[in-house]
């Protein structure tokens, strides 16, 4: 307990980020026979792969170890889900044909920026992060014409995807400023920097929250 109250708040936030994400993966195991296809693949990506991922990470930060060397495989396995998720519910045919060539192609960039980056692992590379934002931007601002040009939606409020659209938005532009950002700061202001992740910490509950309403709510009829 004293252990707790000495934390500062970007510590405190950073060590409160994986009870949102472990809470969204119970409710998707909970109500998986009850979601949609598009959130099927969500509930398996996140209970899969990224939950025991963001573990592995805290895992390693606590011990004081380096876990930069995650972040490419977190960014790529993310955005496969991510682009899955969005490819079943824009149900575009030019869409699903672009997929496997998205996917290979950020996959591959990211291999050889990794490749680059060897052996040296102490530095945030942000260029994936930047590509990753900008392609799920792309993906959610999809998401909304198609939801404004067909006009299908009673609520928008009790619509999943609006949702994990939402949050995706909020949380990926927040990212993109930190990630262009993040190793100028770092420079100017050690203290700064680790304000502008306390940030990163409270976007990526925010996100988490809105994963877990999506997860939540019935399917509309």
């Given amino acids: 307990m004293h252990d707790i109250l000495q934390l500062t708040i970007p510590q405190l936030l950073m060590r409160l980020t994986p009870l949102p994400m472990l809470?969204?993966?119970?409710?998707?195991?909970?109500r998986f026979r009850q979601l949609s296809p598009s959130l099927r693949y969500l509930a398996v990506g996140l209970n899969g792969f990224l939950l025991p991922l963001n573990l592995t990470g805290l895992v390693f930060l606590f011990l004081h170890r380096n876990n930069l060397?995650?972040?490419?495989?977190?960014?790529?396995?993310e955005l496969w889900i991510l682009v899955l998720v969005y490819r079943q519910e824009l149900r575009s045919p030019a869409f699903t044909r672009l997929v496997?060539?998205?996917?290979?192609?950020?996959?591959?960039?990211?291999?050889?920026?990794?490749?680059?980056?060897?052996p040296d692992f102490t530095q945030f590379r942000p260029s994936q992060q930047i590509l990753q934002s900008f392609i799920v931007l792309i993906l959610v601002?999809?998401?909304?014409?198609?939801?404004?040009?067909?006009?299908?939606?009673?609520?928008?409020?009790?619509?999943?995807?609006?949702?994990?659209?939402?949050?995706?938005?909020?949380?990926?532009?927040?990212?993109?400023?930190?990630?262009?950002?993040?190793n100028y700061?770092?420079?100017?202001?050690?203290?700064?920097?680790?304000?502008?992740?306390?940030?990163?910490?409270l976007l990526f509950i925010v996100l988490y929250m809105c994963y877990c309403r999506a997860l939540w709510l019935p399917l509309q009829k």
């Fill in 23 to 30: 809470i969204a993966g119970i409710i998707g195991l909970v």
């Fill in 69 to 77: 060397f995650l972040m490419p495989i977190y960014t790529i396995g």
């Fill in 100 to 118: 496997p060539w998205l996917i290979g192609a950020f996959t591959c960039y990211a291999v050889l920026d990794t490749e680059l980056a060897r």
């Fill in 141 to 182: 601002g999809l998401y909304f014409r198609k939801v404004i040009s067909e006009l299908w939606i009673v609520s928008l409020v009790k619509e999943p995807m609006f949702w994990i659209s939402a949050g995706l938005l909020i949380y990926f532009l927040g990212y993109l400023q930190i990630a262009l950002f993040s």
């Fill in 185 to 201: 700061l770092l420079q100017y202001s050690r203290t700064l920097n680790m304000n502008v992740w306390a940030v990163h910490s």
